[in-house]
């Protein structure tokens, strides 16, 4: 099983593709198949949930197309029996300071660090994505660890609310650990969109059951490994495979809280299943993502953003932007200095930096991508550069491209296309920029390009997405650990990061102290004497500016 480069030769020229767009990566390092070993496979496997003589499913590599792993499947009984175990485990896990739980965190930041190499290959492997895009992940989850690992504490610590009577009453709002945490998470981040919800659920005191897709599902069992040799009990983090409609519904119904991020309509389902057990849920969802190019804008730092904004991991990210809406004056300056930086993008296949992009990760994303894009061309719009999947260097591959001409009846500007395509859309005032990136069900992340930063900052407030980059594409908001990350309307409920992140996966408990005298008729006072003293005291204390 080798990586496939067909066309790329030794020395720093690389050669172009057909049609003068994006060069093929340099060839060089590790190749899927010594990444992805049989002995790990098995190795790795050993720590899923699952009977034995179970079922098994085959992963492919999105770079070739050839079989990366045979990995046993869960069954619904399966995921009962890691229910079991993650309770039985979870009780002693809760018991422990926080601070104890926490430095697991801290030891797994240094651990994932030092072995980044072999986490890396295995998230290409699994994925197609180029390194420095599966680089992003190792960021996110240990910039995720060292944070909850310093703040846990804080953010979990007994609190002194105010009392019904000042001085006789004493209030603490403390947080007790949900119990199991049932998480859903995707092939498109599996490491941050596992380990990045997992960690602030340990922190907590949780236990979790864990279903990861299963075309990366190596990668969860490759961080939980880490994790396990940071300090975590083993039974503390359950992981099942399985089918989504098969697996998925035995977690969410085992569960004392869902965490899940997926597709918006699966999101729904999931809602409704665990609402009908009063049980909570975090949801993070579809996007259809807009990008806000100013009048005002340093285009040469606009287009290398929108680069970035576009086609990390192709296009397969929630956050990414699938529609640039440029003010018209600067349009056609824009989409030169853009439209040269997507076509001199390098495509590559090998574990080891310098492609700018990889593969898409399935059959089905390649069939959506070519779908909205060749509809669109049907349909009158006008593709400036890319528009073609390219054989050539994998199965998977397709070109980063950019279309112009598009309007709201094409699927590709209202529907989530998940690929590596943007449309262009030129506006006369900010104003109609604002309206046109509102104007979707989807509210998750956005980006506006400006040299007036409190201007951006004044445009971003009025965008209805959960995060707003000004300057940035996504990982300026993403990347802040401490700030809530989320999306609002179709993009889901709940937020990952900073307080949100960790208090979702806890229980409020108030405990309140009477002191002295009850809240109760008492010294001779009648029904209609104590409410009368109240009433004055009420009074009094607004009058005192008392909360």
């Not at 651990?111 to 996110?140: N, P």
């Not at 105010?162 to 403390?174: F, Q």
Request: charged share 25%; glycine share 10%; hydrophobic share 40%.
């Amino acid at each position: 099983m080798t990586g496939i480069e067909q066309g790329s030769q030794s020395g720093t020229e690389t050669p172009k593709a057909p049609r003068g767009g994006n060069p093929t990566a340099p060839a060089g390092g590790r190749t899927v198949a010594d990444a992805v070993t049989p002995d790990l496979v098995a190795r790795l496997t050993r720590a899923v949930t699952a009977g034995p003589g179970a079922a098994r499913a085959a992963t492919r590599a999105p770079f070739t197309g050839e079989v990366l792993a045979e990995l046993p499947q869960s069954t619904p009984a399966d995921v009962a029996e890691a229910y079991r175990r993650a309770r039985a485990a979870q009780r002693d896990w809760a018991a422990l300071p926080v601070r104890r739980r926490a430095a697991v965190l801290l030891r797994f930041h240094d651990l994932l660090l030092r072995r980044q190499d072999e986490v890396l290959d295995v998230i290409q492997a699994e994925t197609g994505k180029a390194r420095v895009h599966a680089f992003e992940e190792v960021l996110a989850v240990a910039g995720a660890a060292r944070h909850y690992g310093r703040a846990a504490d804080g953010y979990l610590r007994d609190r002194r609310r105010g009392g019904a009577v000042p001085v006789l009453t004493h209030t603490v709002e403390a947080r007790r650990p949900k119990g199991v945490i049932g998480q859903i998470s995707p092939w498109n981040y599996p490491l941050e969109l596992c380990a990045g919800d997992a960690l602030p659920a340990f922190a907590a005191g949780n236990a979790v059951v864990n279903k990861p897709d299963t075309q990366t599902a190596l990668t969860a069992l490759r961080v939980r490994e880490l994790l396990v040799e940071a300090g975590l009990p083993p039974e503390v983090w359950q992981i099942v495979i399985g089918d989504g409609p098969v697996v998925g519904p035995a977690v969410v119904d085992g569960a004392d809280y869902v965490s899940f991020t997926g597709s918006t309509r699966t999101g729904r389902e999931v809602a409704q299943r665990a609402a009908a057990r009063l049980v909570g849920a975090s949801l993070e969802l579809g996007g259809k993502n807009a990008l806000l190019v100013l009048a005002d804008a340093d285009l040469d730092r606009a287009a290398e953003g929108a680069v970035r904004a576009c086609f990390s991991s192709a296009g397969q990210l929630c956050i990414s932007i699938e529609r640039l809406y440029v003010h018209r004056a600067v349009a056609d300056a824009f989409l030169d200095r853009f439209t040269a930086r997507v076509g001199a993008m390098r495509l590559g296949t090998r574990l080891a930096y310098g492609a700018d992009m990889g593969s898409l990760v399935s059959r089905r994303q390649l069939e959506t991508v070519t779908r909205h894009v060749d509809e669109a061309v049907r349909n009158g719009a006008t593709v400036l550069t890319g528009g073609r999947a390219r054989p050539d260097l994998g199965p998977l591959f397709y070109e980063p491209t950019v279309l112009d001409g598009v309007d709201d009846t094409m699927a590709v500007c209202t529907e989530e296309t998940f690929g590596p395509v943007v449309s262009v859309y030129r506006c006369d005032t900010e104003e109609e920029a604002v309206e046109r990136a509102n104007a979707t069900r989807y509210g998750l992340n956005s980006s506006v390009w400006t040299r007036d930063t409190r201007r951006g900052r004044a445009i971003a407030a009025r965008l209805r997405t959960g995060t707003v980059n000004v300057n940035e594409a996504y990982a300026a908001a993403y990347g802040s650990s401490a700030s809530p990350m989320g999306g609002m309307g179709d993009s889901g409920l709940g937020r990952r990061h900073g307080a949100e992140g960790i208090l979702r996966f806890t229980e409020a408990q108030t405990i309140a102290t009477q002191r002295l005298l009850p809240i109760a008729p008492s010294l001779g006072m009648d029904d209609e004497r104590f409410a009368a003293f109240f009433t004055r005291s009420l009074r009094a204390l607004k009058a005192l500016r008392l909360k």
